[in-house]
Nanobody, 124 residues
Framework: QVLLVESGGGSVQAGGSLRLSCAGS????????MGWFRQAPGKEREFVAA????????YYADSVKGRFSISRDNAENMIYLQMNSLKPEDTAVYYC?????????????????WGQGTQVTVSS
């Protein structure tokens, strides 16, 4: 059974930082694109960041560029999302996702495996 499990969410004041982790099991994700998405209450799920298989290719939504950083540890089957300078509008449930292909995509429908999500709440 393929599982993605997120951790590291929580509550923080504006300007603070959090680091999300996503542990994969059931298969090796090292050769596949992975990403982070988020969904705020009453809003559609949106792309946050994605990473290619070798850490060299990273992509970010304009809203988080310069504040968030995605990385991966293929040996541990993990990906991370370092979130700095958090804003109240970053409040959402954050989901880790994995594709079945090496090519990075930015739409949720292109990802096959999903975690259960972790809540991030940023207060002003």
């Amino acid at each position: 059974q393929v599982l993605l499990v997120e951790s590291g969410g929580g509550s923080v004041q504006a300007g603070g930082s959090l680091r999300l982790s996503c542990a994969g099991s059931g298969r090796t994700f090292s050769m596949y694109a992975m990403g982070w998405f988020r969904q705020a209450p009453g809003k559609e799920r949106e792309f946050v960041a994605a990473i290619g298989w070798n850490n060299a290719s990273t992509y970010y939504a304009d809203s988080v560029k310069g504040r968030f950083s995605i990385s991966r540890d293929n040996a541990e089957n993990m990906i991370y999302l370092q979130m700095n300078s958090l804003k109240p509008e970053d409040t959402a449930v954050y989901y880790c996702a994995a594709r079945d292909y090496i090519v990075v995509k930015f739409t949720g429908n292109d990802y096959k495996y999903w975690g259960q999500g972790t809540q991030v709440t940023v207060s002003s």
